[in-house]
């Protein structure tokens, strides 16, 4: 079945399951977009009232802690010359993993420790991927699944309120058009979010860092 096959069945059956089972599918490194299915899901549950906006936002981020926890537990068991190995291989390729993918993931995590797991969820590009380097790195489960599911979580937020809006201030009638919109502005406002994460978290780090600070006698 090629993909626009999978897509066009995605967005004639979006239910519960369906969001669940395709977002983890699209937070494993198997590709599939997310615009797909949140954004279409909550134009669905404000046009016809068969969701709950809240509830495409909570099984979604369901459904991204499933894939992610799949790569984690791949990753940790499988260790990193074979994580390398599948990225250069034909079928890392067809899955658009390759090894320079791997290795940004990496060093994203790397340079910034356990948050990276928030921070990479709003990335395109890492944020399919970050589980992976947590996992090589053996990363304590409750600190994973507590950053990977505000993660993604702030992002299901962000494409549910796309089709929120998209429903609010457009005459679209379809879950494709929806799709096709929200694609179009996903990464843009998704980049937004970011900068917002990083200057509220570097001011609550700024904050406390001056708190903390002993006071000098003059």
């Known amino acids: 079945m090629e993909s626009a096959e999978i897509f066009k069945w995605v967005l004639e059956n979006l239910n519960y399951w369906v969001v669940v089972i395709f977002m983890a599918i699209e937070s494993s490194f198997i590709p599939f977009p997310s615009e797909v299915v949140v954004p279409p899901a909550a134009w669905k549950a404000m046009?016809?009232?068969?969701?709950?906006?809240?509830?495409?936002?909570v099984f979604a981020t369901i459904g991204a802690n499933i894939g992610a926890l799949f790569n984690y537990y791949l990753a940790k068991w499988?260790?990193?010359?074979?994580v390398y190995k599948f990225a250069n291989s034909r079928f890392g390729h067809m899955c658009l993993i390759d090894e320079k993918k791997v290795r940004d993931a990496e060093e994203y995590f790397r340079k910034h420790g356990a948050a990276s797991t928030f921070f990479g969820r709003?990335?395109?590009?890492?944020?399919?991927?970050?589980?992976?380097?947590?996992?090589?790195?053996?990363?304590k489960m409750g600190p994973f699944l507590l950053y990977t599911t505000l993660g993604a979580g702030a992002w299901n937020i962000?494409?549910?309120?796309?089709?929120?809006?998209?429903?609010?201030?457009?005459?679209l009638k379809t879950t494709n058009d929806v799709y096709e919109l929200a694609t179009k502005y996903s990464h843009e406002i998704g980049y937004v979010i970011l900068i917002l994460a990083v200057f509220v978290v570097g001011f609550i780090i700024?904050?406390?860092?001056?708190?903390?600070?002993?006071?000098?006698n003059n």
């Open 78 to 82: 499988l260790g990193r010359p074979v």
């Open 158 to 171: 962000v494409l549910a309120l796309l089709g929120y809006f998209i429903y609010k201030f457009t005459d």
């Open 47 to 57: 046009a016809d009232g068969s969701m709950n906006i809240v509830m495409v936002v």
């Open 122 to 139: 709003l990335i395109p590009g890492i944020r399919q991927l970050i589980s992976i380097p947590a996992g090589l790195a053996n990363m």
């Open 206 to 216: 700024y904050k406390g860092l001056k708190k903390n600070k002993p006071e000098t």
